[in-house]
T-cell receptor, first 113, second 113 residues
């Protein structure tokens, strides 16, 4: 299995632009998570889907952030408009079920100038 | 709010000695605890876990201890090896609740040859 696949690996954009991060979870996994890693706050949970349905989005910083999971094999995290403080590494992870560990992708490093 | 706390941002240990990484949590609903290891430019990878019905789980050189009354867990690595140098994240979830997994800020372990 290829594992969790995230794209792009790196994204550099200017303030005000729309950014879309993509994730393909491991086939058969029922849960998908988006995390953000920063030096100050470590790994923050942004949103969590179970069977394609958002369960907890309380970690989404503000209305500029949105996430979708149109089917079991694809999810997006969108930031519109982006700001310099959004610069971070964004990780997607999936798990088989609630009793299993998370499997992480290699992350997308976002830089907003 | 930081429900999972790793108060030591870094730890340095001599090769062959024991590494002890600590983690505290505040949410009494957490019933599943995990440690993840992260190398630069990669996503975190699962290392070891423990359910709240146990107080110890061992896997080779890695042992996780859970003290529910103190809401504290620790990861012991013995003997430590230079390849263990990485950032270690503590994580917790409430599997009978909504199962979103919360992470600590991480501890950077350096094992010196």
């Amino acid at each position: 299995d290829a594992g969790v696949i995230q794209s792009p690996r790196h994204e550099v954009t200017e303030m005000g632009q729309e950014v879309t991060l993509r994730c393909k979870p491991i086939s058969g996994h029922n849960s998908l998570f988006w995390y953000r890693q920063t030096m100050m706050r470590g790994l923050e949970l942004l949103i969590y889907f179970n069977n394609n349905v958002p369960i907890d989005d309380s970690g989404m910083p503000e209305d500029r952030f949105s996430a979708k999971m149109p089917n079991a094999s694809f999810s997006t995290l969108k930031i519109q408009p982006s700001e310099p403080r959004d610069s971070a590494v964004y990780f997607c992870a999936s798990s088989l079920d609630r009793y299993s560990p998370l499997h992480f992708g290699n992350g997308t490093r976002l830089t907003v100038t | 709010d930081q429900q999972v706390k790793q108060n030591s941002p870094s730890l340095s240990v001599q090769e062959g000695r024991i590494s002890i990484l600590n983690c505290d949590y505040t949410n009494s609903m957490f019933d599943y605890f995990l440690w993840y290891k992260k190398y630069p430019a990669e996503g975190p990878t699962f290392l070891i876990s423990i359910s709240s019905i146990k107080d110890k789980n061992e896997d080779g050189r890695f042992t996780v201890f859970l003290n529910k009354s103190a809401k504290h867990l620790s990861l012991h690595i013995v003997p430590s090896q230079p390849g263990d140098s990485a950032v270690y994240f503590c994580a917790a979830s409430a599997r009978n609740n909504n199962n979103d997994m919360r992470f600590g800020a991480g501890t950077r372990l350096t094992v010196k040859p």
